[in-house]
């Protein structure tokens, strides 16, 4: 399955092995099985206050935040307060405080770039916004392995289902059950579609 690739280019290359084991390490530090789910809401409210990611800087503090802002989440430098800022809109805000499949999507997918793009999102924080817009504007082709937003993509979906759960739901109900994953790990049946095209990559099994 191909996705348009609409992020940058990223500081390196990502494949699935690699990103699905940083989601690994992630989901085994908030003692999380293979089955379980992820729970985004206590994770936007009580873990990322007190989460840290490392750079080349060394380690980095991360914060939550809540912004009327046209974006549905969002991961920012500030520079005055030395933190990386996880934001969430209002409006997505209250739809994961209804465990909505798509306000969890966000979460995973802005702790993606939290953990994958440290770096970078530090030095587009030092930018003035005219160099930002330049900088996208001109951005060059690449591939999707070095796609900041699919790179973030993919780490959200290993977050939110693990390829070990995904083999173990194959197992039981058969494979390419997408309804059981949607049920099991609490996403949407096309997040569910998405993550059977390409949990076998997880696995480095093609």
């Given at each position: ?10 500081d390196?290359?990502?494949g699935?092995c690699?990103i ?16 379980d789910?992820?729970?985004a ?7 990322i206050?007190?989460m ?28 005055d307060s ?16 209804e465990d ?6 966000t ?21 003035s ?10 951005r ?20 939110l289902?693990p ?8 197992m039981?109900f ?13 996403v ?19």
């Amino acid at each position: 399955m191909t996705r348009p690739l609409t992020g940058i280019r990223a500081d390196s290359k990502e494949g699935y092995c690699s990103i699905e084991q940083n989601a690994a390490e992630l989901r085994k530090t908030l003692q999380l099985g293979p089955l379980d789910r992820f729970d985004a809401r206590n994770f936007f409210d009580q873990i990322i206050p007190v989460m840290t990611v490392r750079c080349r800087a060394g380690s980095i503090t991360l914060c939550e935040a809540v912004e009327d802002c046209p974006q549905e989440g969002l991961t920012r430098w500030n520079p005055d307060s030395g933190r990386l800022e996880f934001v969430l809109s209002g409006a997505t805000y209250e739809l994961l405080q209804e465990d909505h499949v798509r306000a969890r999507s966000t979460v995973a997918h802005e702790c993606g770039h939290a953990r994958l793009h440290t770096d970078q999102i530090i030095r587009l924080g030092g930018m003035s916004l005219i160099s930002q817009v330049a900088f996208h504007r001109d951005r060059n082709p690449h591939q999707a392995c070095e796609d900041t937003e699919w790179q973030a993509n993919a780490f959200g979906s290993a977050l939110l289902m693990p390829a070990e759960g995904i083999e173990r739901l194959f197992m039981r109900f058969g494979r390419h059950n997408e309804q059981a994953i949607a049920e099991s790990y609490w996403v949407s049946l096309e997040s569910a579609h998405y993550r059977t095209l390409t949990y076998e990559r997880s696995l480095g099994h093609k």
